[in-house]
């Protein structure tokens, strides 16, 4: 049963009637922007705006992040911006999910070696276990010279995966790190 069964006869002509004329002023010349405009500003009126771009593609369409004591309250394109002038794609339009979603992971989760249930773990604790197996395993394996002598300073052990929710500032600062560690396959999520 929808909505729309509750209504009468007359009260669904009535409300057809008030779109209608609605339409027909709008057709007249009617500007609604002054409304608009006005419900957009009571809606940020107390924000600190502050501008971003979004993370998803390499376009990197302008935002503006409205924040009320540090807390994310709006996110939407910014009209400044030749790039986009104020619109966003789908993913772009859904940024501020990606900040305020109930179902986003906020502890570390951790199965350890032949463990058979997950555990949750201190941050501080699963960073500090990455750099210690990131730097076993590219001990291990390091090959700074082929047989032939050729110098390669290079671990094929170790795969970097980007994505697409990543920022090009982070995305080049992985690049380094990982070139740097001489890791040789780096891609990114974006790409596949």
Known sequence: MTEFS?????????????????????????????????????R?????????????????CATIVHTIDGEIVNIEGDPRSPHNEGTLCPKGAAIYQLH???????????????GTAWEEVDLNWAMDRVAELVKKTRDETFVERLEDGTLVNHTTAIFAL???????????????????????????????
């Open 6 to 42: 509750s209504l009468s006869r007359r009260e669904f002509l009535a409300a057809a009637g008030c779109g209608t004329a609605l339409g027909s002023l709008l057709g007249l010349g009617l500007s609604l922007r002054p409304a608009q405009a006005r419900a957009q500003a009571l």
């Open 44 to 60: 940020i009126r107390e924000a600190k705006a502050t501008p971003s771009l979004c993370p998803y593609c390499s376009v990197g």
């Open 100 to 114: 305020k979603n109930p179902n986003r992971a906020t502890k570390v989760l951790y199965r350890r070696p032949r």
């Open 162 to 192: 980007g994505g697409a929710t990543l920022d090009n500032e982070w995305n080049h600062l992985q690049q380094k790190l990982m070139r740097g560690l001489g890791v040789v396959a780096i891609e990114n999520q974006a790409r596949i």
